[in-house]
């Protein structure tokens, strides 16, 4: 299982289909330290782990916190 930590949803599809894994379920969560805005910030299952081919990853990309948040 590649790290897609950091990755845009679509660099993430392509290491997977890369491979031989799918990617699944996209959640959109607040980053609210702007860190990974519109990229990975986590998937399941982890960097390192041993699957099937043909599972499919689900991640979770940042996405800005509502005003009046501000990132830095």
Known sequence: MPSLTGDTVATAGTALKAAGLVLGTVTNVVDPTCGHIGKVMSQSPVAGTRVNIGTAVAVRVGT???PP???Q
């Open 64 to 66: 800005r916190p509502a």
């Open 69 to 71: 948040a501000v990132c």
